[in-house]
Every structure is written in structure tokens, then in C-alpha cells.
């Protein structure tokens, strides 16, 4: 149930556009006047270049001439009051060629748009990168850690077959998980090995500190924030009703493994960073408890790859 759940939500354009296509083609088989109707076909595929753009648009449109040309031959009469070929013909191809080019316009205009708006995000995701550049190059032991977080995280979300917005929401949440540590003591961050109580709750407080900072920017980033807010949270946290057991997005579930992979095999001031397979057995081991056994399963596919393309 959960997996046709997770599919509806991922295909839901493609759902309610099939949706209303289905609807339509039983209005028209089931009315008298098919001609009167055929009209209602604007709306699947109108519909269909509106948010999945020209090639949907055109096979829908494609798939409604076909059925108008099934009714037609199947009963000639519900076309036309006197039953003329040519006359019933002519009506299709003129109905047929408003069809396509009406659904093609529209998904050209859906696809400038999503131009644009693809431009204005790889120009965002760019500044991004600038900015977790920037904020770790002071300190060398944590030099590139965000970026190389958001290249893992960026990896496990394609081989977990998710969306493009989905990855790039991971994306962003991945290259600014650390922001908050802007509003913490650099001393403090540094000395991570010994911390007291207080300490350790100020430090594991950047989540929180990064949530609220980027919340002020709007909605630009209002998909990462939560990714941000909940990438240290357990896979399975200590509540024992499970019901109320806070829910942790998937993307916060990728970054904490990325994050925690990352962490494992960089040097910093108080350790040595371990080789990589130890880390990888390291995930492997807290998966089920610590981490999304799915999202392991998915980052070692990842790291196989890496380490066979060397």
C-alpha cells in the first residue's frame, strides 16, 4: 500500500491527466451526438501540455483523434445527422488539427517555462555551492565536506529513482545542512572531541539554528529546510509508541548517511578519518536503527560504482 502510495504522489500529474483522459473518452462513447462532444477532447490534452509538456500533449491528442475515428466508424450516425463521409470526415481532420495544435502551443509554453525556470535553479544551486565554499574555508578539516555531501546525496537520490525536484531539493538541503554553525563558536565546533553536556547541545543545535536562518529567505528554499531540520535525527528514534514517533523525510534520511560517510573518512583536529569501506560497513551496521536501511542499500550501490570507475 505504502509502494502505490509513493507512486501516486511521484507520477500524480501523469495520474490525473490519464484520469481525465479516461473520464472523457467514456463521455463520448456514452453520449448520442459524438460530434457535439468532440470538443471535451481540448481538456486531457490541454491538461497534458499544461504541466507534462508538447510530447504528451501530442500523444494524447494523437490518442483522441484515433478513439474519434473508432466512434466514427463504429456508428457514422452519432456524427452527423445524415450520415455523410465526407462531411463527418472533414469535420474530424479540421477538429484533429485544432486538437494537436493547441496541445502542442500549450506544451511549448510549459517547456519555456520550465526553461526558465531550470535556468533560475542551476543558477541558485550555483550561488549555493559558492556560499558552503565559502563558509568552510576557514577551516580546513571541513574544506569541500558540503559539497562532497551534496555529490553523494545528489548520487543515492538518482539511484532511489526520485524525481528531479526531489534530488535537487536533497541537493540543496545537502551543500547547507551545516549553515547553522554560522551562530556557533568556531572554538566550539573545532573541539567536538571533549564537549560537555551544555556544549554537545549547543553544537547538535545548528540544525535547528540552520532551519530557522534559511526559513527568513521564503519560499525559495522552504522544501530543504525540513531536510535540514531532521538530517541528525535516528532512523528509528527512542519513542515507544510508534505511532507518534516523528516522521523524517526521505531527503533528511539521505543526507544523514551521506553526512555521516563524509564525516567518517575525513581527517579532523581529534581523529584520524577512516578508509572508506570501514566507513561503508560502519553505515551498514546502524542501518535499521541509525539509518534508512533503503538509503544504505542505495549509498552502497553508489560508492560500488565510484570505486569501480577508479
Not at 450516425?77 to 474530424?92: C, E, H, M, V, Y
Not at 535537487?168 to 563558536?185: F, M, P, W, Y
Request: charged share 25%; net charge neutral.
Amino acid at each position: 500500500m505504502e509502494k502505490f502510495k509513493a507512486f501516486i504522489i511521484r507520477h500524480f500529474e501523469k495520474v490525473v491527466v490519464l484520469s481525465v483522459l479516461i473520464v472523457v473518452l467514456l463521455i463520448n462513447f456514452l453520449v448520442t451526438e459524438k460530434m457535439a462532444m468532440l470538443n471535451i477532447y481540448f481538456l486531457p490534452v490541454l491538461l497534458a501540455g499544461y504541466i507534462l509538456g508538447r510530447r504528451m500533449a501530442l500523444l494524447t491528442g494523437i490518442l483522441c483523434i484515433f478513439w474519434a475515428i473508432f466512434l466514427a466508424l463504429l456508428d457514422p450516425k452519432s456524427f452527423a445527422i445524415q450520415p455523410r463521409p465526407l462531411f463527418i470526415t472533414l469535420n474530424i481532420v479540421i477538429w484533429s488539427a485544432f486538437l494537436i495544435l493547441g496541445g502542442i502551443l500549450v506544451g511549448t509554453l510549459f517547456e519555456l517555462k520550465e526553461r526558465h525556470i531550470q535556468d533560475l535553479r542551476s543558477a541558485y544551486m550555483g550561488v549555493l555551492e559558492i556560499l558552503a565554499k565559502y563558509l568552510e574555508s576557514a577551516d580546513r578539516y571541513t574544506k569541500g565536506h558540503s559539497l562532497r555531501v551534496a555529490d553523494t546525496a545528489t548520487d543515492i537520490g538518482m539511484t532511489m529513482g526520485l524525481t528531479k525536484a526531489e534530488v535537487e531539493n536533497i541537493r540543496a538541503a545537502a551543500l547547507l545542512h551545516d549553515i547553522g554553525k554560522v551562530e556557533i563558536s568556531s572554538d566550539l565546533i573545532r573541539k567536538a572531541a571533549d564537549l560537555s553536556q551544555d556544549e554537545r547541545e549547543t553544537v547538535d543545535s545548528h540544525v535547528e539554528k540552520g532551519g530557522r536562518l534559511l526559513s527568513s529567505v521564503g519560499a525559495v528554499l522552504r522544501d530543504a529546510v525540513p531536510i535540514i531540520v531532521a538530517h541528525h535525527r535516528y532512523f528509528v528514534e527512542a519513542v515507544p509508541d510508534v505511532e507518534h514517533r516523528p516522521e523524517i523525510p526521505l531527503g533528511a534520511r539521505i543526507v544523514a548517511v551521506a553526512d555521516s560517510f563524509d564525516a567518517m573518512i575525513t581527517d579532523r583536529p581529534y581523529r584520524k578519518g577512516v578508509p572508506p569501506w570501514k566507513a561503508a560497513e560502519e553505515l551498514e551496521k546502524a542501518a535499521g536503527t541509525q539509518f534508512d536501511p533503503e538509503v544504505v542499500k542505495a549509498f552502497k550501490q553508489v560508492i560500488t560504482g565510484k570505486f569501480a570507475e577508479m
